[in-house]
């Protein structure tokens, strides 16, 4: 069982401190490197850091009963266009070494589609156009 808090938005101990109380026994928050991204795990899972920045932490993972490897990738994307981008480069980069499942979540901080969108400001073509092909190329 694993768990992804996003925006945290508290310190390393109260992290810990929330936690253990809900039961898991790890942990990865940096809040130095990346305050915006908590994973907490159980003992069933043994997870160790495979890449992380200010945008995402990428854990590579493998399940203690089954015997399964597996990467978990959580974003919590820039607003910038800019920065973005280079979310979906890594992403891009990260897709062609990894054979294993992988689970990519979070916040990406765009929309795929108009369809998506109810009220506030308005989006730029170009930031969903990035997002979609970004996605079809890991298909």
Same mark, same amino acid.
């Given at each position: 069982? *694993?768990? *992804?808090?996003?925006?945290?938005?508290?310190? #390393?101990?109260?992290?810990?401190?929330? /936690? $253990? $109380?809900?039961?898991?026994?790890? %942990? *990865?928050? @940096?809040?130095?490197?990346? =305050?915006? +991204?908590?994973?907490?795990?159980?003992? @069933?899972?043994?997870?160790?850091?495979?890449? +992380?920045?200010?945008?995402?932490? #990428?854990?590579?993972?493998?399940?203690?009963?089954?015997?399964?490897?597996?990467?978990?990738?959580?974003?919590?994307?820039? *607003?910038?266009? =800019?920065?973005?981008?280079?979310?979906? /480069?890594? %992403?891009?980069?990260?897709?062609?070494? +990894?054979?294993?499942?992988?689970?990519?979540?979070?916040?990406?901080?765009? +929309?795929?589609?108009?369809?998506?969108?109810?009220?506030? $400001?308005?989006?730029?073509?170009?930031?969903?156009?990035? %997002?979609?092909?970004? %996605? /079809?190329?890991?298909?």
């Amino acid at each position: 069982m *694993c768990l *992804c808090i996003l925006e945290p938005k508290v310190s #390393t101990r109260r992290i810990k401190n929330l /936690s $253990r $109380r809900l039961g898991f026994q790890e %942990l *990865c928050y @940096d809040h130095d490197t990346n =305050h915006h +991204i908590a994973i907490m795990w159980k003992n @069933d899972v043994t997870m160790s850091l495979n890449s +992380i920045d200010d945008q995402f932490i #990428t854990l590579q993972g493998l399940h203690s009963s089954s015997g399964q490897n597996f990467f978990l990738s959580v974003v919590y994307v820039s *607003c910038s266009k =800019h920065a973005r981008r280079r979310i979906w /480069s890594f %992403l891009l980069s990260l897709n062609s070494q +990894i054979n294993d499942p992988w689970i990519v979540g979070g916040d990406f901080n765009v +929309i795929s589609s108009w369809n998506e969108k109810n009220g506030g $400001r308005i989006i730029d073509n170009g930031s969903m156009q990035d %997002l979609t092909l970004s %996605l /079809s190329s890991l298909g």
